[in-house]
């Protein structure tokens, strides 16, 4: 094809061609810049942690991680990172693995949203979803495209696939059932998210959304209710969704 395309193209084109090639190479084969910011109560953080950068190796991508590990183990916290305005700066995809339920400060709470409003992607994870759940505004929550404010009993939930055409859903199965987690109850769903897989509550038989998308001004989110245990961040299903939503998310 590209000696069809050399024979009938004016040299000029082949010579910008071939300039652009390099630059293309380049930008494939560098690394996807993560930041994960992880802290708070209910979780072992740590190890997830470690789940999720032994699953970018697996899968041999080319990841360079950034870990902000702040905030100690309670509810409320303001975590030094975000004092920085450009904190987002340099990354192509912010990880939420946070759980800080009880901060409400509102100018805290926007200059984490406002740089993912601008462009900065996002993966968010489980107790991202509650943290600051007491605030007033709903910035965070929009950045997340669900809101929730609690969750049901620990179970092994059945998962629906509602959209395996979907490049995040591509090795996730028609249906997967998880190991001991919980199901947390979305109020809401926001109008540009992508609801791309489902529970079912086992109290009321109310559908809820566990895997989804969102676009939050120019910034791409993939969530997950799910990865309350370490038994979900050993099961490959789980990573391998997650690490596709950080791809997904950064662009790549």
Known sequence: MLRTLFTHILPICC???????????????????????????????PFQTMSLQKAAKARKLNVDWTIIDQ?????????????NADWAKGFDVVIH?????????????????KPHFEGTNAVVIHCAMHTYRDAKIDDWRHMLGVTSRRHEHK??????????????MKDFPKEWTTPSDELYIIEKVWPNTEVLAT????????????????????????????????ETFEDNVFLNVVINGMVWAAGK
């Not at 693995?97 to 949203?113: M, P, R, V």
């Not at 509550?201 to 245990?229: A, C």
């Open 15 to 45: 010579v910008l061609a071939l300039v652009n090639l390099p630059h293309a190479a380049a930008d494939e084969s560098a690394p996807i810049k993560v930041l994960l910011i992880t802290g708070g109560c209910c979780h072992d953080y």
């Open 97 to 113: 693995n946070e759980c800080f339920a009880k901060t409400t400060d509102e100018n805290y709470i926007k200059s984490i949203t």
């Open 199 to 230: 529970s079912v509550s086992e109290k009321t038989g109310d559908l809820h959304p566990v895997i989804w998308t969102n676009t939050y001004g120019k910034g791409r989110v993939f969530g997950t209710t799910y990865g309350h245990s370490n």
């Open 155 to 168: 179970s092994n939930y059945p998962v629906r696939n509602a959209k395996p055409d979907h490049p995040v």
């Open 71 to 83: 905030g100690g183990d309670g509810t409320d916290a303001q975590i030094d990172l975000y004092k």
